[in-house]
């Protein structure tokens, strides 16, 4: 079966300074993998999703950005950060021919 | 715009009793539906998904899915504390020939079963 992994688990970092999360993908090809974030007492927000290697679409404008280097590789990137950017940072990936999401264990960042 | 209605509770029972999620949604083509369970500070858990009308068990859970009336319920039968945690809804256009492949969330519901 398919593993998502994460990181940092947790991360805190000062308003202005970029940002670098991974998430790696093991047990599968060619997954939809997608970036959501969910901000305290809030729903989930969907980021950015990618269908494969270089292939990024934006769901909401703002200061982050996307790429997926590697098919099971997915990073989620600021040049700046801002306080509205705390959160819980989840990738999650749907496998080919289902409709199913299954999320990792996610990041949680507070800037400060 | 597709939108998902979930009562954010807190929704509270009794050990062993039926906990009863409901979810409503406002997009009549949607095809697929999923519950997930989120426990605090943890990421979402996928626990049940149901593309047909009718009733879905799986264990303790039960998905309910009416097309007609647009809704999915979740049922938790000889609920247990370990189940208190929130409960997320969400339904995809995709489970047909077509669609996208980006589901809409409900915000969730907080369920609480107290000893």
């Known amino acids: 079966s398919q593993t998502i992994h994460q990181w940092p688990a947790t991360l805190v970092q000062p308003v202005g300074s970029p940002l670098s999360l991974e998430c790696t993908v093991e047990g599968t090809s060619n997954p939809n993998l997608y970036w959501y974030r969910q901000a305290a007492g809030r729903g989930l927000q969907l980021l950015f999703y990618s269908v494969g290697i270089g292939q990024i679409s934006s769901e909401v404008p703002q200061n982050l950005s996307a790429s997926r280097p590697q098919d099971r590789q997915f990073i989620l990137s600021s040049k700046k950060l801002l306080l509205s950017d705390s959160g819980f940072y989840l990738c999650?990936?749907?496998?080919?021919?289902?409709?199913?999401?299954?999320f990792g264990p996610g990041t949680r960042l507070t800037v400060t | 715009q597709k939108e998902v209605e979930q009562n954010s509770g807190p929704l509270s029972v009794p050990e062993g009793a039926i906990a009863s999620l409901n979810c409503t949604y406002s997009?009549?083509?949607?095809?697929?539906f999923f519950w997930y369970r989120q426990y605090s500070g943890k990421s979402p858990e996928l626990i049940m998904s149901?593309?047909?009308?009718g009733d879905k068990e799986d264990g303790r859970f039960t998905a309910q899915l009416n097309k007609a009336s647009q809704y999915v319920s979740l049922l938790i039968r000889d609920s247990q504390p370990s189940d208190s945690a929130t409960y997320l809804c969400?339904?995809?256009?995709?489970?047909?020939?077509?669609?996208?492949?980006?589901?809409?969330f409900g915000r969730g519901t907080s369920l609480i079963v107290h000893p």
């Open positions: 999650a990936l749907r496998l080919a021919g289902l409709y199913e999401q299954y």
């Open positions: 149901i593309y047909s009308n």
């Open positions: 997009d009549r083509g949607s095809q697929s």
């Open positions: 969400a339904v995809n256009l995709a489970g047909g020939s077509g669609g996208s492949y980006i589901p809409t």
